[in-house]
């Protein structure tokens, strides 16, 4: 048994320091299409090429991600804002704009206005206190001139734009 530890809140407070990278993450499993918002993708390896990423146990999408065995995860620039704000707000049809959204040829839901996305095959799920973490095969990706493009991350329960000014060495 784990000791008590911090408190959610002193917990959330010492994250909201830490930076990440937003990414959407979409899949269906059957039911129709669901997409998410994390910041919580990292790579796990090249060779295999693995990911890893988790979902909240609260998440309306949970369930449909958690059954899916192949999904897309996007990683987003500051451009998408707009898809960021929309997977990660409640209660609303996230698909509902069919101009914004198409399937790929495999069947999985994906936002082609995205620079990167990856499609792949959930290779494991491992349940951590009330989240879900997913490990991913990289099947496939596609990456649009990611030069010209502003990373999109998440800081202090807000969204940022990484940019050149915020390189610190050279």
Same mark, same amino acid.
């Given at each position: 048994? $784990?000791?008590?530890?911090?408190?959610?809140?002193?917990?959330?407070?010492?994250?909201?320091?830490?930076?990440?990278?937003?990414?959407?993450?979409?899949?269906?499993?059957?039911?129709?299409?669901? +997409?998410?918002?994390?910041?919580?993708?990292?790579?796990?390896?090249?060779?295999?090429?693995?990911?890893?990423?988790?979902?909240?146990?609260?998440?309306?999408?949970?369930?449909?991600? !958690?059954?899916?065995?192949? $999904?897309?995860?996007?990683?987003?620039?500051?451009?998408? $804002?707009?898809?960021?704000?929309?997977?990660?707000?409640? +209660?609303?049809?996230?698909?509902?704009?069919?101009?914004?959204?198409?399937?790929?040829?495999?069947?999985?839901?994906?936002?082609?206005?995205?620079?990167?996305?990856? !499609?792949?095959?959930?290779?494991? !799920?491992?349940?951590?206190?009330?989240?879900?973490?997913?490990?991913?095969?990289?099947?496939?990706?596609?990456?649009?001139?990611?030069?010209?493009?502003?990373?999109?991350?998440?800081?202090?329960?807000?969204?940022?734009? $990484?940019?050149?000014?915020?390189?610190?060495? +050279?």
């Amino acid at each position: 048994m $784990l000791d008590s530890g911090l408190s959610p809140e002193d917990f959330k407070l010492a994250f909201r320091h830490h930076a990440a990278g937003v990414a959407v993450i979409t899949a269906d499993a059957g039911d129709g299409p669901v +997409g998410i918002t994390v910041s919580s993708v990292f790579s796990v390896s090249a060779e295999p090429p693995l990911m890893v990423f988790s979902i909240s146990g609260r998440s309306f999408s949970a369930p449909t991600i !958690r059954r899916a065995e192949t $999904l897309v995860i996007h990683l987003l620039s500051a451009q998408q $804002l707009n898809i960021a704000r929309l997977c990660s707000t409640s +209660g609303i049809d996230r698909f509902a704009d069919t101009s914004i959204w198409s399937r790929l040829p495999t069947g999985e839901p994906h936002f082609p206005g995205v620079p990167v996305w990856i !499609r792949g095959r959930v290779i494991n !799920r491992m349940e951590a206190g009330d989240s879900t973490v997913i490990a991913v095969h990289a099947l496939e990706s596609v990456h649009a001139d990611i030069q010209t493009e502003t990373p999109l991350v998440y800081h202090n329960r807000s969204w940022h734009a $990484l940019g050149d000014a915020s390189q610190l060495d +050279g």
